[in-house]
């Protein structure tokens, strides 16, 4: 049998058959949708990160409000070594 022989009857068949269907929004824009999360968790991180290092007592950012009070600080809690590597005065 040679390849000339055989025919395909492409026209009969339904199109979505012999095509891939096309891709979903997720699909289609997943890199764009990974980014976006990830510059997104970045910044609440950031932001968390700014509120817990903060000595203020009363935060307010984007309509959230936090009345807290900090740990305060006593010089007898604070330890300072000097070591060989410390910049010179």
Not at 26 to 45: R, W
């Amino acid at each position: 049998m040679v390849m000339t022989d055989i025919t395909c009857p492409l026209k009969c068949m339904n199109r979505d058959v012999i095509c891939e269907s096309p891709p979903d929004w997720l699909e289609k824009h997943s890199t764009f949708l990974l980014t976006f999360i990830g510059a997104v968790g970045g910044a609440i991180s950031v932001l968390l990160a700014y509120c817990i290092k903060s000595r203020c007592k009363k935060i307010k950012c984007f309509g959230i409000e936090c009345d807290r009070t900090p740990v305060d600080l006593e010089s007898k809690d604070i330890d300072v070594k000097i070591t060989k590597d410390s910049p010179k005065k």
